[in-house]
């Protein structure tokens, strides 16, 4: 039986791409003994056991900027994490072990490096976070969503295999997708989100778009505001006297159908993380992208930008975001079909919907 470690913790950007491969791994090898490795301070110790993997800890500290008790409390866990995961080697002795970025992973990975045990980390940005960087240079492979990250890298290490996505987005069908939002026949769609938790930015300065497309019986719009944004954004919508009910414009807190939404829009707007990216990408959609300026290591512009050079998408800049500015953007871009269909063709040209089985391939060239 093949023992994996999989080092995914933090935010759901590191923790989804784990159980995407952990799952390719399982299809492919049966009988595989996956354990993930996090900590009790991110979301996989909620997430990943709903997938039914078993899960091991390491000990971690958040780091803060400048001197304080919370800083020294972190040096002291990075020790704390260190032990922890000489133990964990050493009761699993794995075949192989795989790091998605984030604290726990570069304690695994570093431990498991020293001990000769053969090593992946898996990269989702344009621009690499702090643990794949420091892990990257000791690992036996580095594989990458954008080849735009392989200079940070050293050289005969990386292999671009794209980013996993559910399975919802590996073969959309634009067209059935616009039947199950009832589109008609040469409308058009647009969708507006700010990623799970909103962006208020992106809502206050489509407020403006929103009044002058509102009643325009050419395009539908869908708007995500997040789930805790959702209030503000309706009271805005009625005080501006958008309709909620009844005409062409949509509000809603969230959704979890996402493939369905984006696979009918001609045109969306929102961030640049890792996730909503390559999910965009692979629904052949074009994009208008406004990265978080303050993004780790500003990963999100690099995306972007990887993105824009592909001929995918456009970017904006959050600085100086105004309604006329994006309005500008969207009807620059709505209305021209030729430039939608290149950038959507670029868009999947660019996508990797098979980047699970990609990263297995990897896998199964070191596993032990």
């Known amino acids: 039986m093949k023992r994996v470690l999989i ?8 923790i989804y791409p784990g159980l995407a491969i ?5 299809r492919r090898v049966p009988d595989a003994q996956i354990i993930f490795v996090g900590s009790h301070v991110g979301m996989e110790k909620n997430i990943v056991p709903q997938y039914g993997y078993p899960m091991e800890f ?38 192989l072990v795989i790091g998605t970025g984030g604290f726990t992973s570069a304690m695994l990975l570093r431990e498991a490096s020293r001990k000769g045990y053969p090593t992946l980390i898996h990269e989702q940005n344009a621009y690499p976070g702090r643990s794949n960087l420091m892990t990257g240079k000791t690992v036996d492979r580095v594989l990458l969503t954008f080849g735009e990250a392989a200079q940070y890298f050293p050289e005969g290490k990386t292999v ?37 938790q909103g962006a208020a930015v ?34 805005a919508w009625e005080e501006n006297g958008v309709s909620l009910e009844g005409g062409n414009c949509h509000l809603l807190a969230y959704s979890d159908e996402m493939d369905v939404l984006m696979g009918a829009s001609d045109l969306v707007i929102g961030r640049s993380g890792a996730t909503s990216i390559v999910e965009i990408l692979a629904s052949g959609t074009p994009s208008i992208m406004i990265p978080i300026p303050y ?39 709505i209305w021209d079909d030729e430039g939608l269909r290149r ?5 999947l040209d660019h996508a990797k919907p098979d980047a699970d089985e990609r990263i297995v391939d990897e896998a199964m060239k070191i596993i032990r």
Do not use: W
């Open 295 to 333: 993004s780790v290591g500003d990963h999100q512009r690099f995306n972007a930008k990887a993105v824009k050079n592909a001929g995918a998408g456009l970017i904006l800049e959050e600085k100086g975001l105004t309604g006329d500015r994006l309005f500008e953007a969207i009807d620059g871009l």
């Open 202 to 235: 992106i809502n206050k300065a489509f407020l403006p778009v929103l009044k002058k497309y509102d009643g325009d019986d050419r395009i539908e719009v869908y708007q995500i505001a997040g789930p805790k944004k959702y209030d503000d954004v309706k009271k």
């Open 58 to 95: 390491v000990r971690a500290v958040g780091f803060e900027k400048g001197f304080s008790l919370k800083k020294f409390k972190a040096v002291k866990g990075i020790f704390d994490g260190a032990r922890d995961a000489k133990v964990i080697l050493k009761k699993h002795n794995p075949d």
């Open 343 to 347: 950038m959507g063709q670029a868009a």
């Open 7 to 14: 080092a995914a913790g933090g935010t759901g950007g590191h």
């Open 160 to 196: 671009v295999c794209g980013n996993p996505v559910r399975d919802a987005f590996k073969h959309i069908d634009k067209g059935a997708m616009r039947k199950k939002l009832g589109l008609a026949p040469g409308k058009k769609m647009l969708l507006v989100m700010g990623g799970s």
């Open 22 to 26: 952990a799952g390719c791994l399982k």
